[in-house]
Structure formats: C-alpha cells, structure tokens
T-cell receptor, first 111, second 113 residues
Framework: RKEVEQDPGPFNVPEGATVAFNCTYS??????FFWYRQDCRKEPKLLMS???SGNEDGRFTAQLNRASQYISLLIRDSKLSDSATYLCVVNMNGDFNKFYFGSGTKLNVKP | NAGVTQTPKFQVLKTGQSMTLQCAQD?????MSWYRQDPGMGLRLIHY???????DQGEVPNGYNVSRSTTEDFPLRLLSAAPSQTSVYFC????????????FGPGTRLLVL
C-alpha cells in the first residue's frame, strides 16, 4: 500500500466550477500535511499547509480528517490558471525531516 | 535572492558513468534534500541534511551519495549510473521544523543510456 494515495484524475472542469480532491495517508503518526502545486515540467510550489482546524486561503480550502486519515483540497470559482497537478505531502512516521509525496491529481480547467 | 539553484538542467550519461548534480541555496536554510520524480509517481526522498556535516537517508538512497560541507551547498553524486536512475531530480531547502515550506530548485533531467 502506498503511504500517500491520490486520484490521478484528470479532473476536467469548466471555469467557475468548484472542484475537490482527496488524499489518503497510511501512517497515523503523520503530523505535517501540505498541498503543493506543480505545473508541467516545473518544480513543485507550496499551495498551502493543512492544519487540524482546517484553513482557507482565498478560493482554496484545506481540511484534515485524522480519524479517517485523509486531507482534502477544495477549489472554488476555478480559473484557467488553476490547471496544474496538485500534490499531497505528508511527513513520514511523525519525522519532521522526511516527507512522502502523493503522485498528484491533475486538474484541467476549461474555458 | 536566487532561491534554490540546480545544475545542470539536462544531462545524458552512459551506464557506469559517475556524475555530481549540484544544488545551492541562498536562504540560509539548515535543511536540504534531494528527490527524484518518475512519470506517474510522486517525488521520492533520496537523502536529506539538517545542517553542515549531517546527512541521512530517505526512501530511495541506494546508488546515491551526498555530503554537506557548507550550509549553502548539497551535491548529489551518482556513483555508477544505471538506466533505472533516469529521472527528474529536484533539490529542496527549508528551515528546520515540521511545518516549514520546502522551496524547490528547477530540477535536473537525467537520462542514463
């Protein structure tokens, strides 16, 4: 079983749509959670950290469900520029120096 | 600030050759790491360092060596390249701590024939 699992997609949505991704993780000792964005053939960049209480940044909302061991990302009012691959990242075994990346969920926002 | 820089951008090697991928950061970050990314897979941690003189293994360390003689630089050495090491390699740095943002370099695309 993979440590971090994501639906690879692609999710094809029209501009203005709301889209949600989930990511499940296998290690209950994980304590740090992140969503990164990766554009084609580019380096990953942090989109947002995920806190226990959930957090929001503009059109983006991240939630953590420790009981079911998943994190989610909600994007409202999708823009063409949101088209990218979204990577879920979790630290390994509670170790703050080691991180597992999911294989990513691809989002295509269409005009 | 240049952030995290990596050289070279592209490299072709023959099986058995050795080479060093360079990584440097100018943000005074103690933590640096190397990942590889293969098609359809997430980034996998190769090695990491929490400061000069301190390195440790990640998820896929075999076939790679690292050293950290300065805070700024964290080179990755391929001792004897194999086709299975064909990948995109990313270097990253961050402040020490569990919730800090990792900043990635632009990557090195390596093809081993």
């Amino acid at each position: 079983r993979k440590e971090v699992e994501q639906d690879p997609g692609p999710f094809n949505v029209p501009e203005g749509a709301t889209v949600a991704f989930n990511c499940t993780y296998s290690n209950s000792a994980s304590q740090s959670f992140f969503w990164y964005r990766q554009d084609c053939r580019k380096e990953p960049k942090l989109l947002m950290s995920v806190y226990s209480s959930g957090n929001e940044d503009g059109r983006f909302t991240a939630q953590l469900n420790r009981a079911s061991q998943y994190i989610s990302l909600l994007i409202r009012d999708s823009k063409l520029s949101d088209s990218a691959t979204y990577l879920c990242v979790v630290n390994m075994n509670g170790d703050f120096n080691k991180f597992y990346f999911g294989s990513g969920t691809k989002l295509n926002v269409k005009p | 600030n240049a952030g995290v820089t990596q050289t070279p951008k592209f490299q072709v090697l023959k099986t058995g050759q050795s080479m060093t991928l360079q990584c440097a950061q100018d943000m005074n970050h103690e933590y640096m790491s190397w990942y590889r990314q293969d098609p359809g897979m997430g980034l996998r941690l190769i090695h990491y360092s929490v400061g000069a003189g301190i390195t440790d293994q990640g998820e896929v360390p075999n076939g790679y060596n690292v050293s950290r003689s300065t805070t700024e630089d964290f080179p990755l050495r391929l001792l004897s390249a194999a086709p299975s090491q064909t990948s995109v390699y990313f270097c990253a740095s961050k402040d020490v701590g569990g919730t800090e943002t990792q900043y990635f370099g632009p990557g090195t695309r390596l093809l081993v024939l």
